[in-house]
Structures are given as structure tokens and as C-alpha cells.
């Protein structure tokens, strides 16, 4: 009896006025500046790299060019013309013709579309298998985690460049669709174990354990922190992808295993002009700086990114 | 020490094991069989002949354990289109044509890019360092056979003073140890400015500058001693890189190396010589990095003592 008294009058005292916090002001929460969203932010520190966003533009610039001429031809990329052969850059043909006599203005365009998409559709197909495959063997952790690495290992060992040979042996790739399938079949290897690596590193941080400690969902915690703090790498590793695709494309189809007749790209065509080099090294001039330039601009993009996209790098 | 090296040689083994039988019978997936490429009209006892040769008529499993069998002497059989040529024997030739073409390189490629590397380190944000960079981002960037077409231009056509190609002297080593250097000089110097300005960063680099020590002592002793070590492990991609650069190099220039039958048992579909190439170059690469991992540990005590526990 006695007891349930002292309680209610402790519960008298114990109002709600009694939680209010002393010295505190209302607006001590107030954000004083605008939210920058992490994308935002990432976007204003890209912006201050100039090189990287001249080699953005660059590559817009490339793309245009690959894009435009075509349409606005009158002629097609194969039209033959025996009367213009081997034609030096002129006003009618800004690059020369082949010898064949077809505008290697509009070769270059049309080759290029064919290694950029190789590139692109490459670099994104194998981060994201790389991603899905390192995710899971992180994830799982243990004897799953085991056998998957094992697995990437023992693929690694295999030089790059012999499997995509011996891939487009079998595939007897001449086209987009196969060159891209031998190319991606063992490339998604060094992202998986990247990815890997970043997961776990992750699931030991300690925000980690204070959302796991605050009861946040498994859900929950993989979009909300995981995913967030992956993409930046694998978006790096995407642009940084890019070019090494683009080489191999134009390393396959320089030994003669690539894009077949009629169709080409710009490795097909430094290929071609490689036997002409004496007479007309502008053949080989224009594919050749295509790709550097292009394999150029998407690594400094990439270093661009890499800098852009790390918080760490925040000053 | 001794235990971890056992370790790591049976895996070897075993991963050599799994690659040659992935290699093997993706070989055999490989649509159309030599003949296909060559003569098309043979009579039919000649066709059964040349199967029975080299024990196509027999079932693919048959054939893998043949192989194997034959694996453990080295033997890796018969050059399926040029009869009689030993695959094994050509290998050991080429690649030493290649190796000396590449060890070359390689050396000279290391050493200016470490040198390279170190003075972009030193003068990290000045004009040394934008020059050192801007060599390594083209290095990266530039394809090989771009580069080899440009200097044999350059060189070899246009100021006629080095042959654009053969084999043999001393001046046909010029052109190609000077575009398979590239790609060395690009990645080590990279690699060595990264790991020396992470070793820049480190506090017992503090602590010699605290006691006094000379800036030489301290980058020659206790700077490049600790940032030469990581730069140890890409030591194995660069072998492997330089062989595979061989491919177009040696095609471009003539050499010939194991690239140049590489590409040329590609296009002739002579399975035998890709087969054996491949597991070369994939024994090549593990034996490598087997190399690499143990070096490492002998080089660095703190993994040394992680493994000993």
C-alpha cells in the first residue's frame, strides 16, 4: 500500500515537463545551408577537375562524330568508287578514301560506333555480373564464399587476352553480339573480387553495426548503405573498363579473329591499313587516333570519378 | 616458411590441373577440325588416316586422358597442319626468342619507370610530375599496334635508320624492346609514385625526419625500401603482359616468337600448337605469380611473420 503510493507521487513528479532538455534552442537542427545531395556533391568536386571535363567533352564530341556523318551522307560507309582510290585527305573526302575508294571519313564514324558500343555494353555487362557474383560470395561469407573465390582464381590464371582468343574460336565471333560474349565471359572476374573486397570491408564498419545495433532491417541495410557505398567504385571501374574493351575489340580484330567484312570497326581498320603504312600511313592515322583518343578521354574520366566520387577525398 | 611454399606449390599444381582441362575440352568445342581448312576433297582413307593420327576417331575422354598421359613428360604432341613440328620443341625455341626480345624490355621498361616514378614522387604538383604523368596516361592509353606503326613509320620509313622489320641483329631489337618498353615505363611509374607517396605519408617517415636523418637516407633507406615492395606483385601481370603484347609485336616486326605462332596456329585452326601455347602461357603466368607471392613474403616481414602463426 505504502509502495503504490510512493510510486504514483514519483509519477507526479516525473511529468513531461521534467524530459525537456535545458539549453537547448528550437532551431539547433536547422540546416543553415542547402542539402547537397552525394551525387551533387560528387558532380561539383568533378566539375572543378578540368581536365577530366574536357575529356567528357571530348567524348561527346566523339559521339556526335560517330553518330551524324552517317545520316547525313549521301553515301553509304561501303559505297565503292574505282575512280577515287587511295585518295589523300581532300575537301570531298576529309580523311581519304581506302583502297577500295570508299570514304574512310564515314568508315572511321560507322567503325567507331561499333567499338564504343562494344565498350560500353562490355565495361556494364561484366560490373554488373562482377557485382551480382561478388555480392553474393561476400554476402554468404564462409564456404560459399570459399568456393566462389576459388572459382575467380583459378580463371584468372588463364591470361586475359588467350581467353578471348580461344572464346571467339569457338564462338567464331564476327559479330557484336559474340565478340562482346568472348570478351565478358572471363572479364567479370577482377569485378567480382573488387566488389568483394569493398563488401566486406564495409560489413565491418562500425555504421555498420550501430544500424544492425539500432535494429535496421537486412533489407534495408544492404540499399540504404551497402549499394550506396559500391556503386562508386564499380561506376569507376565501368569508365576505367571502357577502354580496355575498346583495345580488345581492336586488338582482336587486328590478328584477323574481330568483325568480319562487311561490317568494321576501328581495330578492323588499322588492321587493314597496317600493309599500306609506307605508301598511306593517313589509313592507319585517323582509326589509330580514334582509339587512342577515345581510350584516352575515358581514363581521364575515369581518374576524374575516381576523385569525384571517393568522400574521402572531401577537403 | 618451407610449409607455406608446399602449400602453395600443390595448389599450383592443381590449378594447372583444372586449367589445362578447361583449356582441353574447350578446344574441342571449337567447330570445324583442321582438315575443314585445308584440302577439302581428300579421299575417305585419307581423311581416316589423319584422324587415326592424331586419335581424333577416338572419344574426346579417351583423347583427354591420352593427352594428360603425355602431359607429364612434356610432351604436348604434333603440329596438327605442319607434320612432324613438335609442339613442345617449338615452344621452347620461340619462347626464348620472345623471352629475349621481352626480359629486354622488360628491364629497361622497369627501370625507367621506376626511376620515372620516383622523380614523380619527389616533385608531386610540379612540372616533373605533370611530364612523368602525362608519359604514363599515354602509355596506358596508346594500343600497341598504334605505337609500333608509329615508330616504324617514323623510324623506319620516313628517317630510314632501323629496319621496319626482320630478325637476326642487333638493330632489328631497337624498334620492338622500344613499344613493348611502353607499357612498363606506364605502369610501374604509376604504380611506384602511388605506393611512395602512401609511404610518404606514414608516421615513421615523421619519426626520421624527427630525428634529423638526411632527406637522401631517408628516401634511399626507408622510403623506396618500403615502396618498392607492392610494387613486386604486378611484377607477374607485367611478364604475362609483355608475352600477349608479343602477339601483334611480333607479328608487326617479324620476330619469331612464340606470339607470332600464337597468332599464326589461330588463323591456321592447328589446335595441338594453340592448345600447347595456351597452357604455356597459363603455367607460365601461375609459376609466375608463385614467384611473385614467395618473393613477397621473403621481402616483407610483416606477412612473413602473419603467415607464420
Redesign the interface.
Given at each position: 500500500m505504502q509502495s503504490t503510493e510512493n510510486i504514483k507521487k514519483k509519477n507526479d513528479y516525473l511529468n513531461k515537463n521534467s524530459f525537456d532538455i535545458v539549453g537547448v534552442e528550437d532551431d539547433f537542427q536547422e540546416i543553415s545551408r542547402p542539402r547537397v545531395s552525394y551525387y551533387k556533391d560528387a558532380w561539383r568536386r568533378f566539375k572543378q577537375n578540368k581536365v577530366a571535363l574536357f575529356a567528357l567533352f571530348i567524348l561527346f564530341a566523339l559521339i556526335i562524330f560517330v553518330v551524324v556523318p552517317p545520316i547525313l551522307s549521301s553515301t553509304t560507309f561501303n559505297q565503292i568508287d574505282k575512280l577515287s582510290r587511295n585518295l589523300k585527305p581532300c575537301s570531298d573526302h576529309l580523311f581519304g578514301t581506302d583502297k577500295l575508294g570508299r570514304d574512310l571519313l564515314l568508315r572511321v564514324a560507322v567503325g567507331g560506333r561499333v567499338s564504343i558500343v562494344i565498350g560500353i555494353a562490355g565495361a556494364f555487362i561484366t560490373s554488373i555480373l562482377g557485382c551480382i557474383y561478388g555480392g553474393i560470395s561476400a554476402y554468404f561469407g564462409g564456404r560459399v564464399d570459399d568456393i566462389m573465390m576459388r572459382i575467380v582464381?583459378?580463371l584468372i590464371?588463364?591470361?586475359y587476352?588467350?581467353i578471348v582468343?580461344?572464346?571467339s574460336?569457338?564462338l567464331?565471333s564476327e559479330s557484336i553480339g559474340t565478340l562482346i560474349l568472348a570478351m565478358t565471359i572471363t572479364g567479370w572476374c577482377g569485378v567480382a573480387r573488387l566488389v568483394r573486397g569493398q563488401i566486406l570491408q564495409i560489413k565491418s564498419e562500425e555504421y555498420i553495426l550501430a544500424a544492425k545495433a539500432m535494429g535496421v532491417s537486412s533489407f534495408r541495410i544492404v540499399t540504404k548503405y551497402m549499394i550506396p557505398n559500391v556503386i562508386g567504385i564499380v561506376i569507376v571501374q565501368i569508365t576505367f573498363a571502357i577502354?580496355g574493351y575498346i583495345?580488345g575489340e581492336?586488338?582482336l580484330s587486328?590478328?584477323?579473329?574481330g568483325i568480319q567484312s562487311p561490317g568494321t570497326s576501328w581495330g578492323a581498320l588499322?588492321s587493314s591499313a597496317?600493309p599500306m603504312?609506307?605508301y598511306h600511313?593517313y589509313q592507319?592515322f585517323f582509326p589509330?587516333l580514334m582509339?587512342?583518343l577515345t581510350?584516352?578521354s575515358f581514363?581521364?574520366v575515369g581518374d576524374g570519378l575516381r576523385d569525384a566520387l571517393d568522400p574521402k577525398m572531401r577537403k | 616458411m618451407k610449409k607455406y611454399i608446399f602449400k602453395r606449390c600443390l595448389y599450383m599444381v592443381f590449378?594447372?590441373f583444372?586449367?589445362i582441362t578447361?583449356?582441353f575440352f574447350?578446344?574441342k568445342?571449337?567447330?570445324g577440325d583442321p582438315l575443314t581448312k585445308m584440302a577439302k576433297n581428300l579421299p575417305e582413307q585419307t581423311k581416316a588416316n589423319f584422324y587415326a593420327k592424331y586419335d581424333l576417331d577416338k572419344p574426346v575422354f579417351n583423347q583427354y586422358i591420352k593427352y594428360m598421359g603425355n602431359l607429364v613428360h612434356l610432351d604436348l604432341g604434333e603440329s596438327v597442319v605442319y607434320a612432324g613440328r613438335s609442339i613442345s620443341e617449338t615452344i621452347s625455341t620461340t619462347s626464348l626468342v620472345s623471352a629475349s626480345v621481352g626480359s629486354i624490355a622488360l628491364v629497361i621498361g622497369m627501370t625507367i619507370g621506376i626511376v620515372l616514378g620516383i622523380v614523380a614522387a619527389l616533385k608531386k604538383n610540379r612540372w616533373p610530375d605533370y611530364i612523368v604523368m602525362i608519359i604514363a596516361?599515354?602509355g596506358?592509353?596508346?594500343?600497341v599496334?598504334?605505337l609500333a606503326?608509329?615508330f616504324?613509320?617514323v623510324f623506319a620509313?620516313k628517317m630510314n635508320v632501323l629496319p621496319?622489320s626482320g630478325w637476326g641483329e642487333a638493330r632489328h631489337f631497337v624498334l620492338p624492346i622500344i613499344v613493348l618498353g611502353f607499357g612498363p615505363i606506364a605502369t610501374y611509374s604509376r604504380y611506384l609514385k602511388s605506393s611512395m607517396l602512401d609511404t610518404l605519408d606514414q608516421d615513421y617517415i615523421l619519426t626520421a625526419r624527427a630525428k634529423g636523418l638526411s632527406e637522401r637516407k631517408i628516401i634511399s633507406k626507408h622510403v623506396l625500401k618500403n615502396s618498392i615492395i607492392p610494387v613486386v606483385t604486378i611484377f607477374a601481370s607485367s611478364v604475362?603482359g609483355i608475352?600477349?603484347g608479343a602477339?601483334?609485336i611480333e607479328?608487326?616486326f617479324s620476330i619469331p616468337g612464340i606470339g607470332f605462332y600464337f597468332?599464326d596456329s589461330?588463323?591456321n585452326n592447328d589446335y595441338t600448337m594453340?592448345l600447347g601455347t595456351?597452357i604455356f602461357?597459363?603455367a607460365l603466368?601461375?609459376v609466375m605469380?608463385l614467384l611473385v607471392d614467395i618473393v613477397y613474403v621473403i621481402i616483407d616481414p610483416r606477412i612473413k611473420s602473419s603467415i607464420m602463426k
Open positions: 582464381e583459378i590464371c588463364i591470361p587476352l588467350i582468343i580461344l572464346m574460336l569457338i567464331k577502354p583495345f581492336a586488338f587486328y590478328i584477323g579473329l588499322a597496317q603504312l609506307a600511313p592507319l589509330s582509339i587512342a581510350m584516352l581514363t581521364l | 590449378t594447372l583444372i586449367v578447361i583449356t574447350l578446344m568445342a571449337v567447330p596516361i599515354l596506358i592509353t596508346i594500343p599496334f598504334v606503326s608509329l616504324q613509320y620509313v621496319a604475362v608475352f600477349t602477339f601483334i607479328r608487326m597468332i589461330v588463323n594453340i595456351t602461357y597459363a603466368f601461375i605469380q
